[in-house]
């Protein structure tokens, strides 16, 4: 199973873009990246999902290297609301008895005004 | 769209007790996954089930806990008997084979004394 190693902790002010990135160097073939993001009392909510080079949705861009041994979320402009822990997971995207989607410490990205 | 659906939210309970937490996934996932989180050891995932069958419960931290999926629509987490450090958020994770991304319930905050 792939671990992967995220900052502790982030700061960023309202308005900035914020970059999260995640390590995974034993990340396999078969395996996704999917980030989620954890509000306090709340379980966590997935965000984006990936494979390789990049991909955007509404709310956040995920860029993967080619080697894939990393990979970086996006979050552009900031609010406070977007103060949470954010996860990321490398696993296979089909269940199966190997989808062991494992969270690793996450990263509490703390906005201020 | 219902969600997860957990039950208790909350339990408080004495040292020796029975816990259950049950589960309600979404309709139509075949994955469902039970997790639990704590200040000191983050998410971990406890077991996980396909199409109702446990494939894996490595997770599960000592015989007291066991989990059933009886059917596509309900599971069960039991904790027999509990004890104070098995105070956490234990929370339900369901996805579709394929889909790759997990739905969680708002979680059962236990409080074993």
């Known amino acids: 199973l792939a671990k992967t190693t995220q900052p502790i902790s982030m700061d960023s002010y309202e308005g900035q873009e914020v970059n999260i990135t995640c390590s995974h160097n034993?990340?396999?073939?078969?395996?996704?990246i999917t980030w989620y993001q954890q509000f306090p009392s709340q379980g966590p909510r997935f965000i984006i999902q990936?494979?390789?080079t990049k991909v955007t949705n509404e709310v956040a861009s995920l860029f993967i290297p080619a080697d894939r041994k990393s990979s970086t979320l996006s979050l552009p402009r900031v609010s406070l609301s977007d103060t949470a822990v954010y996860y990321c997971?490398?696993?296979?995207?089909?269940?199966?008895?190997?989808?062991?989607?494992?969270f690793g410490t996450g990263t509490l990205l703390a906005v201020q005004p | 769209d219902a969600g997860v659906i957990q039950s208790p939210r909350h339990e408080v309970t004495e040292m020796g007790q029975e816990v259950t937490l049950r589960c309600k996934p979404i309709s139509g996932h075949n994955s469902l996954f039970w997790y639990r989180q704590t200040m000191m050891r983050g998410l971990e995932l406890l077991i996980y089930f396909n199409n109702n069958v446990p494939i894996d419960d490595s997770g599960m931290p000592e015989d007291r806990f066991s989990a059933k999926m009886p059917n596509a629509s309900f599971s069960t987490l039991k904790i027999q008997p509990s004890e104070p450090r098995d105070s956490a958020v234990y929370f339900c994770?369901?996805?579709?084979?394929?889909?790759?991304?997990?739905?969680f319930g708002e979680g059962s905050r236990l409080t074993v004394l």
């Open positions: 034993n990340i396999a073939t078969n395996d996704y």
């Open positions: 994770a369901s996805s579709a084979q394929g889909a790759g991304e997990l739905f």
């Open positions: 990936g494979y390789k």
């Open positions: 997971l490398v696993g296979e995207r089909y269940g199966g008895a190997t989808n062991k989607l494992i």
